[in-house]
Nanobody, 125 residues
């Protein structure tokens, strides 16, 4: 199983980035694909997740209204469009695949079995 993130970089506050997560080695539609992030000295936190079969979506409160998750099942790829970025969004962003039993478990990284290597997002003026 491989999850490969791309699209990270450095932007000024208010800018946008689109992260991509290409998944291989598993049945894409059987999994929830989640984005998590980890800033230096902080715990890994949930950002957004999507059910690739039913397109159900989850957004953490700090990113609601600014980030948009989507999936292209034909390409086994999930995207995270990040708009109006803030300095507090600075972190390493990780893509993950799992099958949390309940919607409330989408925030728990322990419910996700497979992880990418991460991509750095830096928001600074």
């Amino acid at each position: 199983v491989q999850l490969v993130e791309s699209g990270g970089g450095s932007v000024q506050p208010g800018g946008s980035l689109r992260l991509s997560c290409e998944v291989s080695g598993l049945i894409f539609e059987d999994y929830i694909i989640g984005w998590f992030r980890q800033a230096p000295g902080k715990e890994r936190e949930a950002v957004s997740s999507i059910g690739t079969r039913d397109s159900s979506e989850f957004y953490a409160h700090p990113v609601k209204g600014r980030f948009l998750i989507s999936s292209d099942n034909a390409k086994n790829t999930v995207y995270l469009q990040m708009n109006n970025l803030k300095p507090e969004d600075t972190a390493v962003y990780y893509c993950s695949a799992g099958y949390p039993p309940d919607y409330s478990d989408y925030v728990d990284p322990e419910q996700f079995d497979y992880w990418g290597q991460g991509t750095q997002v830096t928001v600074s003026s």
